[in-house]
C-alpha cells in the first residue's frame, strides 16, 4: 500500500515509517520540525539523540535499500499538502502531526490557542485536500483516550446505543476532555465524523492510550534509526519519564497519590494496531472509532513496577508522590473497551516489564543527557495557567 504519514518526523511517524517501509509499504511523509522546536522551547531535549532528517534519511536508505520520500513542509500550508498528497497518491493517511502535549496547551492562552490553531485547522486542511485530492483514501487519525475523560461507566470504542424517554439511537459517546489539547482531538474526531457523512471520505479515529518505549527491532543498531524519547513534563509521557528518572537516580514523580488510572501500550504495539488499521480500511462514508491501548494501569502501579525492574537492574531508584499539577480525579471507576483491533488480529507483544527492562538498557548510555536537563523533571505548569513548582506531598513508597 501507499502510505502517507504526517508528522513524520515524531516519536511516532519516525519509528512506523520503519515499521510500514520493513513491511513492504510505499512510505511518504511530511514534517516541519515542530516537536524538536517545542521540546528546545520547554528547555529539555531527547535522552536519545535525535538525528538530522538528512542523517536520518541517509540510514532509511542504507538499512531499507529505498530512498525516503519526504518534504519539509506545513498541513497548515494548504497548497502543499494538496500537492503533496495529489503526486504521492496515497492509499491511506496516517495523521500524527499535531501537537501531543496537554501540559503544553495549559501554559498560557498563548500556548492553547497554538495547540488548538495547529491540531483543529491542520486536520481540517487534511480533511478538505483529501475531499479534493484523494477522496478514496483512507484517514488514519490519531485522536487520544483522553477524549473520553474517566466517566464512572464503562468506555465504547467511539459509539453505545442509548434509550432516552422511550426512544433508542446510536450516539458518539460523550467526550470530556481533561486539557486544551485533548479538546482539540475532540474537536478533530467531530470534523472527522461529519466529513466522512458529508463528503464520503473513510476514516479511522484511533483513541490511543499513553504509549512507551525506547525502539522498534526495525531500527536495527543504527543510532540514526531510533525514534526520540522525551522526559520533560510537556512531551515525556509517564513511563517514559520514570525510566528516565531511575537511570538518573531521581525520585520518580508520581502525581498525587498515583490512583488515577490509564491505558498504556508499548511502541511496537502502537506501530502493529496502525499498521493493522491501515491494511484493513472501512467501506467508504464509514467513520469508526478503535480504542488503541494494551492495559490500563494506575500511575503508582507503573512507577513501582519501573522501580523494580531497575533494581533488578542494579540500580536504586524511589518513589516520591508530588502534589498534582493537573486538574483530574484523583481516583475513578476505569474500564475501556478494545475489541476492534483484537478482531483485526492485534497480537501484544511484550509485557510492560520486558519493555521496561529494554528501555532502561537503552537509556543507561545516554544518562549524561538526562542528567544535563535534570532541572525540568519535577513539574510547574499546572491547570489554573499559573507556574509552581510541584512539592513532594509523601516521599515514602506508597503499596500500590
Ligand atoms: N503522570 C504522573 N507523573 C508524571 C507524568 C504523568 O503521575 O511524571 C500522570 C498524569 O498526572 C496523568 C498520567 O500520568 O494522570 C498520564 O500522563 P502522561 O503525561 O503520561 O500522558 P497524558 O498527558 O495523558 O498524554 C499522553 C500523550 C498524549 C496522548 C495521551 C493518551 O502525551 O499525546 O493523547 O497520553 S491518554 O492519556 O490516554 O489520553
Redesign the pocket.
Known amino acids: 500500500m501507499k502510505i502517507f504519514i504526517a508528522g513524520i518526523d515524531g516519536y511516532l511517524g519516525w519509528a512506523l515509517a520503519q515499521y510500514l517501509t520493513a513491511r513492504g509499504h510505499e512510505v511518504a511523509g511530511n514534517d516541519v520540525f515542530l516537536r524538536r522546536a517545542w521540546v528546545a522551547e520547554v528547555g529539555s531535549d531527547s535522552a536519545l539523540p535525535v538525528y538530522s532528517i538528512e542523517e536520518r534519511a541517509a540510514a532509511f536508505e542504507a538499512h531499507f535499500g529505498k530512498s525516503l520520500n519526504f518534504r519539509q513542509g506545513d498541513l497548515l500550508d494548504y497548497d502543499f499538502i494538496c500537492n503533496y498528497l495529489a503526486d504521492f497518491k496515497p492509499d491511506a493517511i496516517v495523521h500524527l502531526a499535531e501537537m501531543?502535549?496537554?501540559?503544553y496547551s495549559m501554559i498560557d492562552q498563548k500556548h492553547a490557542v497554538l495547540t488548538q490553531q495547529n491540531n483543529v485547522i491542520g486536520s481540517l486542511n487534511l480533511l478538505w485536500a483529501m475531499k479534493e485530492v484523494c477522496p478514496d483514501a483512507h484517514l488514519v487519525k490519531l485522536g487520544?483516550?483522553?477524549?473520553y475523560g474517566t466517566p464512572n461507566i464503562d468506555i465504547p470504542e467511539g459509539f453505545f446505543e442509548v434509550e432516552f424517554r422511550g426512544r433508542k439511537d446510536r450516539l458518539p459517546f460523550p467526550r470530556q476532555a481533561g486539557?486544551f489539547?485533548?479538546w482539540s482531538?475532540v474537536h478533530d474526531s467531530n470534523n472527522t465524523m461529519f466529513a466522512c457523512r458529508i463528503w464520503g471520505l473513510r476514516a479511522t479515529d484511533i483513541m490511543?492510550?499513553?504509549?512507551f518505549g525506547t525502539r522498534i527491532d526495525e531500527m536495527g543498531d543504527d543510532p540514526r534509526l531510533r525514534t526520540r524519547l522525551d522526559f520533560d513534563?510537556c512531551?515525556?509521557?509517564?513511563?517514559n519519564?520514570?525510566c528516565c528518572q531511575a537511570v538518573i537516580g531521581h525520585p520518580l514523580?508520581?502525581?498525587?497519590g498515583?490512583k488515577?488510572r490509564?491505558?498504556f501500550l508499548p511502541l511496537r504495539d502502537s506501530m502493529q494496531c496502525l499498521t493493522l488499521t491501515c491494511e484493513n480500511p472501512p467501506q467508504r462514508g464509514e467513520y469508526r472509532v478503535f480504542n488503541q491501548?494494551e492495559e490500563t494501569y494506575t500511575?503508582h502501579e507503573l512507577a513501582d513496577l519501573v522501580k523494580e525492574v531497575a533494581e533488578e537492574a542494579g540500580l536504586n531508584p524511589v518513589v516520591h508522590c508530588y502534589d498534582?499539577p493537573?486538574q483530574?480525579l484523583a481516583e475513578h471507576y476505569y474500564n475501556p473497551d478494545r475489541q476492534h483491533l483484537i478482531d483485526l488480529g492485534y497480537q501484544p507483544s511484550h509485557d510492560v516489564r520486558a519493555e521496561v527492562r529494554i528501555m532502561l538498557a537503552d537509556l543507561m548510555p545516554h544518562k549524561d543527557r538526562i542528567l544535563a536537563k535534570q532541572a525540568i523533571l519535577v513539574?510547574d505548569i499546572r491547570w489554573d495557567g499559573s507556574r509552581r513548582r510541584s512539592e513532594v506531598i509523601d516521599a515514602e513508597p506508597i503499596k500500590s
Open positions: 501531543p502535549s496537554a501540559p487520544t483516550m483522553g477524549e486539557s489539547y485533548h482531538k490511543q492510550g499513553v504509549v513534563q512531551f515525556g509521557t509517564a513511563i519519564r520514570f514523580t508520581v502525581f498525587g498515583g488515577q490509564r491505558g491501548f500511575i498534582n493537573r483530574e513539574p
